[in-house]
């Protein structure tokens, strides 16, 4: 069942396409909105891994608060490193996240 929360302050939206109760624990499934220069904080999970893929327009992945990738439309990035997605630019921005839930993953923010 399809579920969408919106952030108050930023406006951002989060679509939750499948969750890890309809899967069988196997991954959390989003669409996400940004807004114009929306986005998330610096973080990371220690239990699973996420993959990312950019539906329309490109998207900063910033890794360790260093260096940032761009995202560009289809093309996905499977990440379990402390990392954001920000809309670089002041236009709407959307893209698709999967929880990878049944993975054992290395939490290489602490090696």
Do not use: W
Not at 3 to 9: E, L, S
Not at 49 to 78: D, R
């Amino acid at each position: 069942m399809r579920r969408t929360i919106v952030n108050p302050i930023i406006k951002d939206t989060v679509t939750f396409l499948q969750t890890d109760e309809e899967s069988g624990g196997k991954v959390t499934e989003t669409d996400i909105t940004l807004m114009p220069k929306g986005g998330n904080p610096l973080h990371y999970h220690k239990t699973y891994s996420e993959t990312f893929t950019a539906i329309e327009g490109e998207l900063g992945v910033k890794l360790g608060g260093k260096e940032t990738k761009i995202l560009k439309p289809g093309k996905p990035i499977q990440l379990n490193l402390c990392r954001c997605i920000v809309s670089l630019t002041q236009q709407t921005r959307k893209l698709n996240s999967m929880l990878n839930l049944d993975q054992d993953i290395l939490d290489l923010n602490t090696h």
